[in-house]
């Protein structure tokens, strides 16, 4: 290979730009600030977050924003300000409050909406911003803190990590902007997965973090941020500027908390039982321990999740049995089956956690039904289920249908290892096996949290728990589970009389009760805080398979104030402001999470493959081609903003045409490396490919890499880049590798590798290109695709 060295001054830096960075005449990204500001009284939080947008083109601009909101918190309020104008959001069904904001667009006026598309995902997009206009949005919520070990958490998440995409991508438009094709296992993949910004970009967003601590009848003891260096003034904490919105803001308050039941006088009550001093015998148990080894816990969380899966074995005593999962794209064992947790055995679990490493796609489905199968039937003994992972996946609903039944028979606790934790899915999971949830985000944190796992993964104190003389609504109280040590029981629910609650259970095997007097309190984030716990079980049911509760989902959020997944807030301007819909439309890349490793080599198959088409640019065709216009920087190693086209972009060193900016990243999470022009760069120690598995030697087991790769190179506008098809040709290589050299796709992705020589007519090898792949792929339409004359459901429904 000849590498030619360039003259400096044919590269200059563009001034201000992070590696990686892309900068354009129109500006920069359309939102400019993030405040959060939280009011937090006892064991709850009132927090108000105001996102500032800006429209730094001159033309109508459509801005989105996904980002990430704590997923016990209940959305109440929303609204926007433009133009000295505010205009309140109005809380409707979903598909009625998505045709409103489409048909104000349409008329000229300027909208906005607000979605929830997982428990802590959220998307907000601000429609017809006039050319340097600023438009801001406020978002109201109410926030249930966790109570652990004296210390309550007010956990606020700051970015929506990438997540690992499974299954078989959907034919049509996405139902999003993001930069993962919808698939039959994610069919709202497109709407979780924004782009990422390459690493050292200019501080893209001013962000500011406020909480004030209402110290009224608590002795607070303590106040400690965990990942971010803070500013105290009394009892208000404030974040130092120019942090950014890369992990999660945890702060930890010490007091003690009291016993206690609150009535809102208006039928909504919280309920909060300290654990009692007593202590639980031991039962035999029979343990599962699944370990996350994907590419996404890399690094430290690694390391931690090591530390953690080890401490966890040292729990087990030699009246219980184990069994270690290790998994990514493929689950290892480290025994067979169920063994006894012997020293010896315990001793060789631990070695094999110890050889561990990172690698590979987040295919969580298949252990947890090996996990479910070992646990399957024990009869007189405890079974408990460990997860330690990340969870950053998109296919939740799909894991909870699927497996939800029978984790709910059985004591579930997950581990959560990262500064972006996906807590709302770990949560979900946990809830169902009436377990535990804990969240770890530093190596620091991690000692302190293992001596609650170790607790936790005990018997429980108090088991069959359920509610006397006071007279509940039947269906409206949240799930009772267990009291753990150190850990007090929260219920929230409705009532119709009564000012007193007497709580049973069985402690030992032996009755245990205790009665609780009311106290009427004027405090309205008692009921929301109920309606938010109370459509998260509803939803968690509806994903199980129990579809006839979409009624009476939408009726509890209508009612109640508080958004969920079927429904949404939109507000829309009355004035007319343009003469249509907006003319550009970006989504706001997200900064890559805190602490995560960006993989230097391929890993492993199929993740490689997936990552190998992943590395792509986004590319989705225009409505209305305008080869002048220039998106915002940034589109980040995921992909590029939507409706924007290849010869839109010009990368730092004069690389215009770069198609999408940066390039892609691995394996639907959107991590990866690559050149600021938008092409892989090699490296000596990219890792041949390994050989593939027993049974991947057929094209099926590429067939969705290869749909995408054709569906993008359709979709590529005038002339083909070079860059881009000799870069097709090294992934083509990458996946012709896995398959142990199919001809075909080898002498495919050889002649595209090629495209860059002198004389090599581009437009014919893309041709070429389109009718080799697409006799590659025809043939009967994947399981779960849709046809393209086939309308799809909307988005956030299940069929």
Known sequence: MKITSLEPTRCLPVPDAGFGALRTVRGNLPLESVAVSADISGLVAGVEVTQGFRNPYDVTLEATYVFPLPDRAAVTGFRMEADDRVIEGVLKERGQARADYDQALREGKRAAIAEEDRPDVFTIRVGN???????????????????????????????????????????????????????????????????????????????????????????????????HVVEEEGHTVRLRPGERLDRDFILRLSFDASTALQLDGQGAFSLTVLPPALESPRAP????????????????????????????????????????????????????????????????????????????????LEPLR???????????????????????????????????GALSSMRVHTVGIDRAVNAGFLGRLAGLGAGRCELVESEDRLDAAMEQIHRRIGAPLVTDLSLKDLDVEPGTVTHLGSIFPGVPLRVHGRYRNGSSVTVRGLASGTPWEQQVTGTVVDNPAIRAVWARAHLRELEDRYAMGEHELEAQIVQVSLENGVLCRFTAYV??????????EPEHRVIQPVEPPSGWELPQNPPMMPFMAQAAVMAAPSFRP??????????????????????????????????????????????????????????????????????????????????????????????LLGGPDPLYLADLGSRLSALAAFLGGH?????????????????????????????????????????????????????????
């Open 285 to 364: 148990r029979d343990l599962v321990l699944l370990l996350d080894r994907s590419g996404s816990m890399g690094g430290w969380k690694m390391v931690a999740a090591r530390r953690a899966a080890a401490r966890i074995v040292d729990t087990l005593t030699e009246q219980d049995r184990f069994a270690v999962l290790t998994f990514d794209s493929v689950v290892e064992q480290a025994f067979e089956g169920l063994v006894a947790a012997s020293d010896r055995n315990r001793y060789r679990a631990v070695e094999h956690l110890s050889r561990v490493d990172a690698r590979g796609g987040t295919e969580l």
């Open 571 to 580: 507000a829309v301007d009355t004035r007319k402001v343009a003469e249509g």
């Open 370 to 404: 090996q996990a479910i199968s070992l646990l399957h039937d024990r009869a007189g003994r405890e079974r408990v289920l460990v997860l330690v992972t990340d969870g950053q996946v998109g296919h939740e609903d799909q894991i909870l249908e699927q497996t939800g």
């Open 129 to 227: 911003l006039l050319p340097g206009e600023r438009v801001t949005v406020r978002l109201t919520l109410s926030q249930p803190l966790p109570y652990e070990d004296g210390a309550a958490t007010f956990r606020f998440p700051l970015v929506v990590a990438p997540r690992y995409i499974p299954g078989t991508p959907l034919d049509g438009p996405g139902s999003g902007d993001g930069t993962a094709p919808d698939t039959d296992a994610v069919p709202d993949a497109s709407r979780i997965t924004p782009p990422v910004l390459l690493p050292g970009f200019p501080d893209p967003v001013r962000l500011s973090l406020t909480a004030t601590i209402d110290a009224a009848g608590l002795d607070l003891r303590e106040m400690a941020s965990s990942l």
């Open 622 to 715: 225009r409505s209305v081609p305008d080869p002048g216009f220039a998106p915002g920087p940034g589109h980040g190693f995921a992909g590029g903003a939507q409706e924007t086209s290849a010869s839109d972009i010009a990368a730092p060193g004069g690389a215009p045409g770069a198609p999408g900016g940066a390039p892609g990243g691995g394996a639907g999470r959107g991590f990866g490396g690559g050149s600021a022009g938008g092409r892989m760069s090699p490296s000596p120690r990219f890792a041949p490919p390994p050989a593939p598995r027993p049974g991947a030697s057929g094209l099926e087991s590429v067939r969705t890499q290869l749909v995408v790769e054709l569906d993008r190179l359709k979709a």
């Open 743 to 799: 001809p075909e796709l080898a002498a495919l992705a050889q002649e595209l590798q090629a495209a860059e020589r002198p004389g090599t007519d581009a437009e014919a090898l893309k041709t070429h290109a389109i009718e080799v792949l697409t006799a590659l792929t025809s043939g009967s339409p994947a399981p779960g695709s849709s046809s393209p004359s086939t309308p799809r459901r909307p988005f956030w429904k299940r069929t």
